[in-house]
């Protein structure tokens, strides 16, 4: 079925500053139209590993390929089939969203047109408006829109939907959508897991420079995370939680063991978030705290009854 | 579709896209230029500002190069005239491009373009064509002024301003790869307008911009001549100045050569440091 090579493949990436070392060791790739989510707590090796595959900081070890390409030794034809969100936003406040955009345009052989993408990230009402006088948000959509001006093949989105609005944020998912079923290939890292969930096709849990887990977003974390947990309060008044994969079996047992209405009663299926924090925390050697933890680990802790 | 691929073309066919981005960026780099105000006070001002300063300070002291009779020289203002057409010079290339592009580094903007297909040649070519359109605006506006306000006489012969031309071109290109070059040493953008504007005043001071050059102590005008100030100033007197005013010059004459050789020299230090030095972003810090 895999006719077209990945868009991007690393294997066994390492990248040390001195004695530190923020990769070690790390293996994935992302197949062509595929949308990956790289998550993973600050500090855990994110930002380095994309700057290694946009081409601005150089490996230690390991293998790197991007579009087919060593992102050590791409060039400017290389660059033309990228788009990069950085994590951080540019300034350059002295030109309009117009103007910002027709220039970057120009720079790309195949180049999106300059209303259509102000259309798409919602900013038609700034188009003529000097960068210095968005708001962060504005400012943010502004860079999304340099990133894909170039039409590019692979999208780079560093925490792209920092300082949106919830209407922004749905906004930039249907952007987002459009460009997938364009077939861009799409390497997202994000804070948000809901917004993870929503548009990753696979995802990467990075911690400690890494890989701690790896696999399709409706699967990562294994199945035992994701058992459904039912929590309700019993007759004395106390809380009870239980994990089970028949929900809805356990709730009409309660019901027919009380034979009355069981009082806060929740099913819960473990979040994305909720799986996410299980793994980072689980690697990590310190002791388990949050409920949705103890939850998500699925390992059965001693407050379950 | 006018547009040439420059990835895939010819080399004719990308040098031609490199060209075609570089005027693009002209463009671009000059309306920012214009809209940002300390670029318009602090470098294309500042010589009106100082050439009206000076004349008003200095008008009393009445003539300069009269002879002791009060007979023959000339006003402050015309005096000055060539040193602030050099001082926009050197602001117009070495200080506005060395706090520009330090600023450029420091807010992210050379990295949002190094991940672009912008060529860095193309990069360059818009940085200098700004240089080149706001010199030559500064200067025209300056010898407007000058001409129509302070009343001071021009050159009329057509060789002067054929020197004139060449003085300036060959100047403020000079100018613009030394303020590439020095936009290498400051650490973060806010730092850059500490590092520079001494480095830039100091050389006006000791270059004959601010203070009669002929009057400033041997050594100092020695240590002047090592940097390129010192030449611009000189060649430009040489063409607004009446020709007895090549008596105050150190060795009696223009020494045109001499202010080629040393524009060619830093031109060439200029353009082999900025080469080394510029880099989109410094790796693995």
């Given at each position: ?82 788009g ?7 300034e350059s ?48 959509r ?5 990133g ?47 917004e993870?969930?929503q ?53 009409a ?22 799986i996410?924090?299980?793994l ?26 | ?24 960026r ?5 309306r ?74 420091s ?67 000079t ?7 020095l936009s ?83 031109l ?18």
């Amino acid at each position: 079925m895999k006719l077209s090579p990945p868009a991007v493949r690393v294997r066994d990436l390492h990248k040390s500053y001195g004695n530190f070392e923020a990769l070690r060791g790390i293996s994935f790739d992302i197949e062509a139209g595929e949308t990956f989510a790289l998550l993973g707590p600050n500090g855990a090796g994110k930002s380095t590993a994309i700057e290694i595959l946009e081409g601005y900081r150089d490996r230690t070890a390991g293998e790197v390929r991007v579009l087919g390409v060593d992102p050590q030794r791409g060039g400017l034809a290389w660059k033309s089939r990228l788009g990069i969100v950085l994590q951080s936003t540019g300034e350059s406040g002295n030109v309009t969203v117009t103007e910002q955009l027709t220039h970057f345009a120009g720079l790309y052989p195949r180049p999106r047109r300059v209303a259509e993408v102000i259309e798409a990230v919602g900013l038609e009402s700034k188009a003529k408006t000097r960068i210095s006088k968005l708001s962060g948000g504005q400012r943010r959509r502004v860079d999304v829109a340099l990133g894909i001006i170039g039409r590019p093949e692979l999208l780079f989105l560093d925490e792209p939907t920092t300082g949106f609005d919830p209407e922004a944020r749905h906004q930039f998912w249907d952007l987002v959508r459009r460009l997938q079923a364009e077939g861009t290939s799409i390497l997202l890292t994000t804070h948000y897991l809901d917004e993870a969930a929503q548009l990753g096709d696979r995802a990467g849990v990075i911690n400690d420079g890494l890989l701690i887990d790896i696999g399709a977003i409706g699967e990562i974390g294994g199945a035992d995370a994701r058992v459904p947990l039912v929590r309700w309060r019993d007759a004395s008044g106390t809380f009870q939680e239980q994990r089970s994969d028949e929900p809805a079996r356990l709730v009409a047992a309660l019901v027919a063991a009380s034979g009355a209405e069981p009082t806060v009663l929740e099913v819960i299926r473990p979040s994305l978030e909720d799986i996410y924090l299980g793994l980072v925390q689980g690697s990590r050697s310190g002791p388990v705290t949050s409920v949705a933890t103890a939850a998500a680990l699925g390992k059965d802790p001693g407050v379950l009854a | 579709m006018s547009r040439i691929d420059a990835n895939t073309g010819s080399a004719p066919a990308r040098l031609g896209q490199f060209l075609r981005v570089g005027l693009s960026r002209i463009g671009y780099e000059t309306r920012i230029y214009f809209r940002s105000a300390d670029s318009i006070f602090f470098t294309f001002l500042f010589p009106f500002i100082m050439l009206v300063i000076f004349t008003a300070a200095f008008e009393a002291r009445g003539k300069i190069g009269a002879a002791p009779d009060g007979t023959g020289g000339i006003s402050v203002g015309a005096y000055y005239l060539p040193g602030m057409l050099a001082a926009g010079m050197l602001l117009s290339g070495v200080q506005n491009l060395a706090v520009d592009i330090a600023g450029e580094k420091s807010d992210g903007t050379l990295k949002r373009l190094g991940g672009t297909p912008l060529s860095p040649l193309s990069y360059f070519i818009g940085k200098i064509g700004q240089v080149l359109v706001t010199g030559i605006v500064q200067a025209a506006l300056l010898i407007l002024v000058a001409h129509s306000i302070l009343g001071i006489a021009l050159p009329d012969e057509a060789g002067k301003w054929l020197t004139f031309a060449w003085v300036f071109l060959f100047g403020v290109i000079t100018s613009a790869f030394l303020g590439i070059s020095l936009s290498a040493l400051p650490r973060s953008g806010r730092s850059a307008t500490a590092v520079v504007i001494p480095v830039v005043l100091v050389l006006q001071f000791i270059s004959g911009v601010y203070l009669e050059f002929y009057k400033l102590p041997e050594w100092m005008q020695t240590a002047a001549s090592v940097f390129p100030l010192k030449w611009m100033a000189q060649g430009l007197r040489g063409v607004f100045l009446p020709e007895n005013f090549v008596n105050l010059e150190q060795n009696g004459s223009w020494d045109f050569q001499l202010v080629a050789l040393n524009l060619a020299i830093w031109l060439l230090v200029g353009l082999g440091v900025s080469r080394l030095t510029f880099r989109w972003i410094r790796k693995n810090t």
